[in-house]
């Protein structure tokens, strides 16, 4: 069974720029998640999709990231503009409809300089 | 809300000592428990769970036990080898969302 595909796997981008990160899910997990995770932290969740629905995105700075997953398959993650405080892994996870298991992508590693 | 605390890294460890990584939590209703590993530029990949009070989890020698008594899920394994050298979470999922909470990691290190 194919994992959770991510890309670019990294990335270095001035301030100010924009970035757009994309993810494929495990076929046939419903539900996804963005999370963000600065070094030397866990991860923290940015976004949670339902299909292609919202179900959580309280933690999400709206003022320049946003976050889609039209069809409710992949997934793409965009920052505009960017900041130096958003240098981190951004990391896709998927799980199916039942089952608590989360399985995680192998990030994209986004450098903000 | 929900939270995980883990104990501070780094640590350093010899070949075949005996770990363990201390991981206590605070949550509402009842979690799951997670230990997640993360080796040098790779995802996070699931070790081991555990579901309900008392239940133990265990994988490639890993385990931890859920205490509901002392909110704990600590990770032991009796002999350690290079190639654990990687970060550790401790994470739990509560309610329906089923969202994850991690703990800020701990970095082992083992030396040959």
């Known amino acids: 069974e194919a994992g959770v595909a991510q890309s670019p796997r990294y990335k270095i981008i001035e301030k100010r720029q924009s970035v757009a990160f994309w993810c494929n899910p495990i076929?046939?997990?419903?539900?996804l998640y963005w999370y963000q995770q600065i070094l030397g932290q866990g991860p923290k969740l940015l976004i949670q999709?339902?299909?292609?629905?919202?179900?959580?995105d309280s933690q999400l700075p709206k003022d320049r990231f946003s976050a889609e997953r039209l069809k409710g398959v992949d997934s793409t993650l965009k920052i505009q503009p960017a900041k130096l405080e958003d240098s981190a892994v951004y990391l896709c996870?998927?799980?199916?409809?039942?089952?608590?298991?989360?399985?995680f992508g192998e990030g994209s590693w986004l450098t903000v300089v | 809300g929900n939270s995980v605390t883990q104990m501070e890294g780094p640590v350093t460890l010899s070949e075949e000592a005996f770990l363990t990584i201390n991981c206590t939590y605070t949550a509402t209703g009842y979690p799951s428990l997670f230990w997640y590993v993360q080796y040098p530029g790779e995802g996070l990949q699931l070790l081991l769970k555990a579901t309900k009070a008392d239940d133990k989890g265990s994988n490639k020698g890993f385990e931890a036990t859920y205490r509901k008594e002392t909110t704990s899920f600590h990770l032991e394994k009796g002999s350690v080898q290079v190639s654990d050298s990687a970060v550790y979470f401790c994470?739990?999922?509560?309610?329906?969302?089923?969202?994850?909470?991690f703990g800020s990691g701990t970095q082992l290190t083992v030396l040959p």
């Open positions: 996870a998927t799980t199916p409809e039942t089952g608590n298991t989360i399985y």
């Open positions: 999709f339902q299909n292609n629905g919202v179900v959580d």
């Open positions: 994470a739990l999922s509560s309610g329906s969302a089923r969202q994850l909470t």
């Open positions: 076929s046939g997990h419903a539900t």
